[in-house]
């Protein structure tokens, strides 16, 4: 059908969803009037990033108003920011699963409640690269966890909840295909590998704490690499599960700073 569902059967009983993160609800908004056309919902971790993506979107698709400010559409919240230019949505998700989980729950219920069709997720943002050159751009085919497995575990009601990280293969490869046509930035195709963590869970030896040797790190990073993964994060596999489980066209790209 090309829409965004939901796979929660609670949300048909209930008289009004509040989306409380991004101050936005059933009841207090026109969902469909606000959201129906929104075609690209690019999300990534920082609010003034966010706006001025929003911002150059603005002027790249020649919209009334580029160059001026645009207003944040969840600013009632102090949670996310959420910005749109056309048919592109921009919406920040903080740092980490826990972040990014509670914006995709959100955003995902809105998306539906709009009956919004054929959306394409990106993430855009900044992340560690392995084994590349700085400044470079990959492109996501696979999120991993930190053993390297396509897999995003979640624990729901005291049981563990595995849930699928595969992205769309034709986006990525649409994708890689744009990158051709600007020369500044390398780009790839790889494994993104998603850490509950910045410091120690990436390998990291300048935290508060670390257990492990210089050596140790380098081991684990030589297996990850050997694994397929080229950079470092921390939302990819939720994204990809949630995303790929509500029907949404989602992919990852990162910008590798050194």
Excluded at 57 to 79: K, N, T, V, Y
Excluded at 96 to 103: D, F, Y
Excluded at 144 to 156: A, K, N, T
């Amino acid at each position: 059908s090309g829409f965004v569902h939901v796979k929660n059967p609670h949300l048909d009983s209930m008289e009004e969803d509040i989306l409380y993160h991004l101050d936005l609800g059933t009841k207090t908004h026109n969902l469909p009037a606000m959201f129906g056309d929104i075609k690209f919902v690019c999300v990534g971790g920082s609010p003034n990033r966010m706006r001025a993506f929003a911002q150059f979107m603005q002027r790249e698709l020649g919209l009334a108003g580029a160059g001026e400010e645009l207003p944040d559409i969840s600013a009632g919240s102090d949670r996310y920011a959420m910005y749109r230019a056309g048919p592109v949505l921009s919406v920040s998700h903080g740092m980490g699963i826990p972040s990014i989980s509670i914006m995709l729950h959100e955003l995902i219920k809105l998306l539906h409640h709009a009956k919004c069709r054929d959306v394409t997720i990106i993430r855009i943002g900044t992340s560690g690269g392995l084994g590349i050159e700085a400044g470079s751009v990959v492109i996501t085919d696979t999120a991993v966890d930190s053993s390297f497995q396509p897999r995003f575990e979640q624990v729901v009601l005291g049981d563990v909840v595995v849930r699928s990280t595969e992205l769309d293969k034709d986006l990525a490869e649409e994708l890689l295909a744009c990158s051709r046509e600007v020369a500044d930035f390398p780009t790839l195709i790889g494994r993104t590998m998603c850490t509950y963590d910045f410091y120690e869970g990436q390998g990291r030896l300048d935290g508060a704490l670390c257990s492990f040797s210089s050596e140790k790190k380098l081991e684990y990073l030589r297996r990850a690499y050997g694994a397929g993964v080229r950079n470092i994060e921390m939302e990819s596999t939720a994204f990809a599960a949630l995303c790929g489980l509500c029907g949404l066209k989602g992919e990852f790209c990162q910008f590798y700073l050194l």
